[in-house]
């Protein structure tokens, strides 16, 4: 294959992308195709989230970017890389207002333009004014990359032609944090137990995420009172930072049972879902679902407020649980899989065996191969 420039454009870049980017910029390379990525610096919403990280500036591009009403509109300026690139490959985003010259460029035959496609829009209602733009932009692109099987089916029911999408089968990279839930000893296991003040006979949850409104502190909150009225030993530990890290840490405060951690990542988690029994996730559950499930961690889920599309890979009953988004079920499903460690164990078994489905390396190999097939494409039919 004749050497070509691949550009993908991430609004910001997230540390659980970098390991996916590192691996398409090798495989790539190895056809003579340069990949770059382009992304900007994080919001103040996103900064307080502390998951971005910098790009090796082999392929990592950082360009200026302006963001109005809160990030709800964002503008990036990567354009001299676009105008190199061969194939441009943007998220679906209404918000991200490079995609509309881009959609152009790409209807009037002058770039050839791949979308990144979430699909939350088609799992959900969105607004009557924008669906049929974004429909259309969708099923106009070259080609379409999309998070998984059920949003690329969902795309070719709508009318997109199956040889142009892509199943990327989203993923994080999965064989670094088994390693190091393996790596993680007895004493590492009693040494947390002992930090946290929780005793070897505990039922312990984990909370694994960025703590933004929509997540669902209260809600844990609540069902976490509930659960610890009746279960003098559980316990819950919280992972993660954001916007309402300050209100969840003030909740933690009347609430021995409420652990709160803040950021971590890689192995710094691997000893707290090593202590864990249960994952828990109310809303917006996603690429956590990987995490718990490599873990042997039963996922629990309410399954309402625009639930991400990795929630395909999650089997109700068999590798966690789909509760309805009440408290009283939620924390009523936490405290029965407690009081049933065979029925807690044959989840934790399927959930271990399920991940194994799902890698960083598959999801590099699929977005390649896409790509590929996009730039054979002897020109836009």
Known sequence: MSAYRVLIVQAMCKQYRAPLFARMYQDLAADGIELRVAYSRPIESHRRRNDD?????????????????GGRLFLQHPLGLIRRADLVIV??????????????????????????????????????????????????????????????????????????????????????????????????LAAARQRLDIGEDAHIALFCGS?????????????????????????MIVIGAGPLQSQLEEEAKSRSWLKPLGSLFGDQRAVYFRLAQI????????????????????FL???ARATNPEIDYLVDGVTGLVTGDSVERFADAVSGLFADPARLQAISDAAVLASH?????????????????????????
């Open 301 to 303: 889920v309410t399954g």
């Open 279 to 298: 994952c828990l996730m109310p809303y917006l559950a996603g690429l956590g679902i990987l995490d718990a499930m490599a873990a042997g961690l039963p």
């Open 91 to 188: 998220e679906h985003a209404v918000k991200h207002l490079v995609n509309y010259p881009l959609t152009l460029l790409s209807a009037l035959r002058l770039k050839k333009l791949g979308f990144w496609v979430h699909g939350g829009m088609l799992r959900h209602a969105s607004s009557p004014l924008l669906r049929p733009w974004r429909m259309w932009s969708m099923l106009a692109a070259d080609w379409i990359f999309a998070y998984t099987k059920g949003v690329a089916g969902a795309m070719i029911a709508l009318g997109a032609e199956p040889g142009r999408v892509t199943a990327l089968q989203n993923a994080i990279d999965l064989s670094g944090f088994r390693a190091a839930l393996a790596a993680a000893t007895t004493e590492d």
């Open 211 to 235: 703590l933004y409104p929509g997540r669902g502190v209260e809600f844990l909150a609540a069902a976490g009172d509930r659960i610890a009225r009746g279960d003098p030993r559980f316990h």
């Open 53 to 69: 990280v910098e790009l090796p500036p082999e392929y990592g591009v950082e360009v200026a970017h302006q963001a109005w009403f």
């Open 357 to 381: 489905e799902y890698s960083i390396e598959n999801m590099a190999s699929n977005f390649c191969r896409g790509i590929r097939a996009c730039l054979a494409k002897p020109g836009w039919e």
